[in-house]
Each structure stands twice: as C-alpha cells, then as structure tokens.
C-alpha cells in the first residue's frame, strides 16, 4: 500500500527536523515520498528527489492570529489535516520533534493500516471542540494521541462533507469557536471520527515512548543543542523504545 509523509516544522523546531528526517528515512519502510512545511524557507542541504519543501502559507493559506487560542499550535493542526499536495491518499504525520528510533511499520502483514497511540489523554477542551463542530465527544476508551496520525484524504473529506463542512467553512466556525476551554487535538478529530463510523478500519497499536521536555518562553528560541540532541539519540538506540520524542513547550506561540 503506497503512502507519503508530511511534516509541519514550526522555527523552534528547525532544529531537529534534520533528525527526524534522518530517522525516517532509517526506519520507516515503504514510503514513497517526503513532504516538508515550515513559515520561512530553510535549507537542509539534502538533495533527494523523494523530499519536496513548501511554505505553510502555500499549503493552508489563512491568517492564523483569527484563532484565539495557541494559533499557530492550531494552524499546525489544520497543515497536518487538510494538505494536499502529497501524491497518495494515506500519508503519515510526524511532529518534528519526534525521532523514530526502531523500524515502525504503518500496515499489517494484511495490508490493514496502523494507527498508533500513546500515552492516555483526556484532555476536555479536546472533546469540547469535537462536540461543538461535529457532535461526537469521546468515543474510544484510548487516546489516539501519539505525536503521529495516518490520515487518508479521502477519509478526511468524507468527515468534512458528512458533516456539512467545507475546509474554508470548517476553519471559519473554528475560529469562532476556540478559546482557552475549547480547541483542538487533531488525532482525537480524525481518530474519533474513524472509530464512531468506520470503526475497524485501522488496526490499533500502542507506541512505545519516551518522552523528554524542556518549557520555553519565546517560541523562536531554540532550546536543544545538536550535540544534547545526538546524545538522547545515542543513548536510546538500544532502549525499548519506539521513539523518542523532544518537546518543547510553548503556550505563547503566536509568533512564527
């Protein structure tokens, strides 16, 4: 089964993204093609036909500041669940700040797709918003939360279209909406959605994480160093570990 993969990068994360990368193309088996959006052009210097490079303004042009809650948080959400530009119908998001640390299949032997999940979240904002936009709150006993989703496009717009939604006026109820008590987790969306109508469709597995995180306080710091980045890598390769994930966290996140 053919599939693509699609990063969202914001500034803070720049740093990383040539090692996620790297442990995508290691670990990853069976993908066709790489797709990379970050708010300003970068240079990873790889040249490699299976990697292209957009802006994320060229992928979902609007104004994230309409959102009133972490806006390019959910911006990034939205780039993850409504681009276009991969080739196939199935792709895999990766947040950038996750490295893969073994080989991570995303079909069965059966040719089923995998959606992975982590840590439990029952975070209420994220059902809130589910509620208010298409009627469904939590619907599964896990979280489908793993910092990674296997999204089908076709599936995508099928929840839209289901649910009297196009993206522009998906997006435009959204920013109404959103606030401090009420906004998005885009995994818990399509995962939801998928579970309650097409429940069966994806096979569960549970992703072995570890989990390191530093706060910050201005989102186009960089606050990771290639050489602490290379040593959690080093020192986990022979760890029982899936991945390894290097948050970090900034609630004030409306400069990108």
């Known amino acids: 089964m053919a599939f693509d993969i699609f990063l969202c990068c914001a500034k803070k994360d720049y740093i990383k993204l040539p090692y996620t990368l790297k442990a995508i ?18 240079d990873l210097g790889v040249q490699d036909g299976t990697i292209q490079y957009y802006l994320d303004k060229y992928i979902l042009d609007v104004n994230p ?10 911006y990034q959400q939205f780039l993850k669940l409504f681009q276009k530009v991969s080739k ?3 792709y895999v998001t990766i947040d950038t700040d996750n490295i ?17 999940s982590s840590v439990p979240h029952n975070h209420v904002q994220y ?47 959204s920013q109404e909406i959103i ?10 969306i399509y995962g939801g959605y998928m579970h309650k109508f097409h429940p069966g469709f994806y096979a569960f597995k549970e ?33 029982d570990y899936d991945v390894i994930t290097l948050h970090s966290w900034c609630v004030n996140n409306s400069i990108w």
Not at 136 to 159: I, P
Not at 179 to 188: F, R
Request: aromatic fraction near 16%; include cysteine.
């Open 25 to 42: 193309q290691d670990n990853v088996p069976g993908y066709e093609n790489i797709y990379i959006c970050t708010p300003t052009k970068i």
């Open 179 to 188: 606030n401090s008590t009420c906004y998005p987790a885009e995994p818990e």
């Open 65 to 74: 500041l309409l959102w009133k809650h972490r806006p390019s948080w959910v």
């Open 207 to 239: 992703l072995k994480t570890v989990i390191r995180g530093k706060p910050q306080e201005n989102p186009l710091d960089t606050v990771y160093t290639n050489e602490e980045i290379e040593g959690i890598i080093n020192s986990s390769k022979s760890l």
């Open 100 to 116: 893969v640390n073994r080989t991570l299949p995303f079909f069965t032997e059966e040719n089923k797709p995998i959606w992975y």
């Open 88 to 90: 196939n119908d199935f």
């Open 127 to 173: 059902f809130s918003f589910q509620e208010k936009m298409f009627g469904f709150g939590r619907v599964f006993e896990h979280s489908f939360v793993a910092d990674m989703n296997f999204f089908s496009k076709y599936m995508v717009n099928e929840m839209l279209e289901s649910h009297g939604y196009t993206v522009e006026s998906f997006i435009k109820k």
